[in-house]
């Protein structure tokens, strides 16, 4: 979960990125795959949640996976049949040493360490996107089907002030959770000068996790350090 300090008011996402899911729900609606009705429902939560601040947004094969409207090899294969260019891929990941990549992933800089593995800024490159990769510590990972569970679970949640979760695999014989890479500073070592600014933080984590428990979600380690803080101005 993570808070915003201010977000300006927004109409609807960027005309480029809502083109292209909007393109990509009509051709899944025009094979059969998906219906009509799910389609608009995921657009609509996409534009909440651009509303909300919240940036990367999920993509609406994304969203229709995690609810269940389309199956994965479904969305894989449609996906590449509408895949425009590549995006580019960024200079750090065109640096990054080879020892860097762990599967699909490209890992550039080390975020921290919790109780279930060590967090890095990493580069999907099938996805051509930032991710949060967490690579799951070997005691942590011989659990793996119950994590697997709990984070599909939590990939369901669709809230502007929940980090969404992109997927679970293995790979190099070990586990990863991959999450949207939130860029901003923890609470932890969020300034405290100005009150209302953490008053609304706190507001924001604590009608998210409310959000989560009303779709029996239990975050099970709460803590400063777990809670990423998107910092906006308004424009003008």
């Avoid at 942590?140 to 709990?150: K, L």
């Amino acid at each position: 979960a993570y808070g915003r300090r201010t977000a300006p008011t927004r109409t609807r996402p960027a005309s480029g990125a809502l083109e292209a899911d909007t393109a990509f729900g009509r051709l899944l609606v025009e094979r059969g795959l998906v219906p009509a009705e799910a389609v608009k429902a995921c657009l609509a939560d996409i534009e909440r949640l651009y509303q909300g601040g919240v940036d990367p947004l999920p993509q609406l094969g994304e969203l229709l996976v995690r609810g269940g409207a389309l199956k994965p090899s479904d969305y894989q294969r449609v996906r590449g049949l509408a895949a425009s260019a590549p995006a580019p891929v960024p200079e750090e990941v065109r640096n990054a040493p080879a020892s860097g990549r762990f599967g699909k992933f490209m890992r550039t800089a080390e975020q921290g360490v919790d109780g279930m593995g060590n967090v890095w800024k990493a580069w999907d490159l099938d996805q051509a996107r930032w991710v949060a990769l967490k690579v799951l510590a070997g005691a942590v990972a011989d659990e793996f089907e119950r994590i697997q569970r709990e984070t599909q679970a939590v990939g369901r949640l669709v809230h502007p002030n929940i980090g969404a979760i992109y997927e679970t695999g293995s790979a190099q014989g070990g586990a990863f959770i991959a999450m949207q890479f939130i860029p901003g500073q923890t609470l932890k070592t969020f300034p405290r000068d100005d009150r209302n600014a953490v008053a609304c933080i706190l507001r924001d984590a604590a009608r998210a996790l409310q959000f989560a428990h009303e779709h029996g979600v239990m975050h099970r380690d709460l803590k400063p350090g777990n809670l990423m803080v998107v910092t906006r101005t308004r424009p003008g």
